[in-house]
């Protein structure tokens, strides 16, 4: 009796230990399995919001461009939302370019009341407020709710009010047939209260012939231009300098006078062994030299099938030709290459001849038609072969 009861009693107590080792199971084990779940599902949901979030900021593109406002002459900034997604600008600072410092304190100009402009939307911020009465250089910055900035050019200001942008006319001055090599400079200089930007501009001339116009931003006034070659004051048939009145007037035409093209020849020249032992092959590759005095580069556009021959015997085996080579003034440029057999050369010496006029050119600028001389190469012939 007294055995019987013991072993009751261990049965007993292995249920209730396995039903305690369960009850901790289900306690510990399985809510820690949840939280995991959980934690890695928040983990994927934050991290595909983060990637949604980059991506959108990365996408993020606005054009700030910064003018005048035609009525209350305010300093504007222009915007103009290019990119895929929604921009929401939060913070505008001005910022002073030399000091490095944020105008008119430590902080933001503007924070509250600033747009939201959807793909393709185009929007204005008058940033007057900003700089008002600041005089120097100036950068504004615009902040995006997701982080990015933007920004115009810098201005310079005075007193507030821009003194180098938004010129409500355009003077343009163009300067006709220039000679290759001569530095111009035009200057406009303001009579009275007009303004200007810029001043001055230079042009060092790269070919004859060349012709450039060049931009002023202007106020209405009465300007006087000048136009000096290489540093003297040039004189034309329409007068220099000459005077005119914006807006009456907004062009100026300095014509130097034609001066024609200077056709040189091209000169080949034979790239080959000066002698060969009989009966060998010769690989003979010919240029064209464009003398340095050459007004325009020149563009080889034909090659004529008779613009190589040899003498004494010897034969053409091949030759390739190459159309389409540009050659500057004072260069070289490779025209052909052509395999000559000397086995029927009966004497101590043949000629390998680039007939004149069998090279065709075409200027890049004039398109006039340049050809070549005539050249000579002779090459000598030395005993039988080993």
Not at 8 to 18: C, D, E, F, L, T
Not at 332 to 344: A, E, F, K, R, Y
């Amino acid at each position: 009796m007294y055995r019987k009861g013991i072993g009751r009693k261990k049965g007993i107590s292995a249920v209730v230990g396995g039903a305690i080792v369960l009850a901790l199971f289900f306690v510990t084990v399985v809510p820690l399995v949840i939280f995991m779940q959980n934690s890695y599902a928040l983990f994927l949901n934050e991290s595909n919001s983060r990637r949604i979030f980059d991506t959108d900021r990365m996408s993020e593109s606005l054009m700030v461009g910064i003018s005048q406002d035609v009525l209350t002459k305010d300093l504007t900034l222009l915007l103009s939302n290019d990119g895929p997604v929604n921009v929401r600008i939060v913070r505008v600072w001005a910022i002073d370019a030399v000091r490095q410092t944020a105008i008119p304190a430590a902080g933001p100009c503007l924070e509250e009341d600033l747009p939201s402009l959807p793909p393709g939307a185009n929007g204005t911020i008058n940033v007057q407020a900003c700089v008002s009465g600041f005089t120097g250089n100036v950068q504004f910055f615009v902040v995006t709710e997701r982080g990015r900035i933007f920004s115009p050019s810098k201005v310079y200001l005075s007193g507030g009010r821009p003194v180098d942008i938004v010129f409500p006319y355009t003077l343009t001055v163009s300067i006709i047939n220039m000679d290759k090599g001569r530095l111009y400079e035009v200057y406009v200089t303001p009579i009275g209260n007009g303004r200007v930007s810029p001043e001055k501009f230079t042009h060092k001339a790269t070919a004859s012939n060349e012709n450039v116009t060049v931009a002023f931003g202007a106020s209405p006034g009465e300007y006087v231009i000048a136009l000096y070659e290489s540093g003297k004051l040039v004189q034309v048939p329409e007068g220099n300098p000459q005077r005119i009145v914006v807006p009456e007037s907004t062009a100026i035409i300095f014509t130097l006078g034609h001066k024609p093209y200077e056709i040189v020849p091209l000169e080949p020249i034979i790239s080959a062994p000066s002698s060969v032992k009989k009966d060998a092959t010769v690989l003979a590759d010919i240029y064209v030299r464009l003398p340095k005095d050459a007004d325009e580069s020149v563009e080889i556009t034909q090659i004529a099938t008779n613009w190589i021959t040899v003498t004494g015997g010897a034969t053409i085996d091949s030759c390739d030709t190459y159309i389409g080579v540009e050659i500057q003034p004072g260069r070289i440029g490779l025209v052909g290459s052509c395999t000559i057999d000397t086995d029927g050369v009966t004497g101590r010496s043949f000629t390998i001849i680039v007939n004149a006029n069998s090279i065709f050119g075409e200027g890049v600028i004039s398109s006039a038609t340049y050809t070549n001389i005539g050249a000579s190469k002779n090459i000598k012939v030395t005993g039988p072969p080993r």
